[in-house]
């Protein structure tokens, strides 16, 4: 299963438990790690909601680090 995101190119493919994801989030692995382990414990994460979350995140992380 393939789930594209409408942000940061956000692509999570799941595979027999387990998964890969790509994104522009360079620097971010935090993020795209917990992306994928919520997806792959049956997360929603194309949910408005969460896609939502994520972008609140990636935002205050450019702050904090820029």
Do not use: Q, W
Not at 11 to 34: C, F, K, P, Q, Y
Request: proline share 2%; aromatic share 4%; with cysteine.
């Amino acid at each position: 299963m393939t789930i594209t995101l409408p942000c940061y190119n956000i692509v999570v493919t799941l595979s027999n438990g387990g998964g890969t994801i790509i994104s522009d989030l360079d620097n971010m692995d935090a993020i795209e790690s917990l992306v994928l382990a919520h997806a792959c414990a049956g997360v929603d994460v194309a949910d408005l909601a969460y896609v939502e979350g994520i972008e609140t995140a990636v935002e205050a992380c450019y702050n904090r680090l820029g």
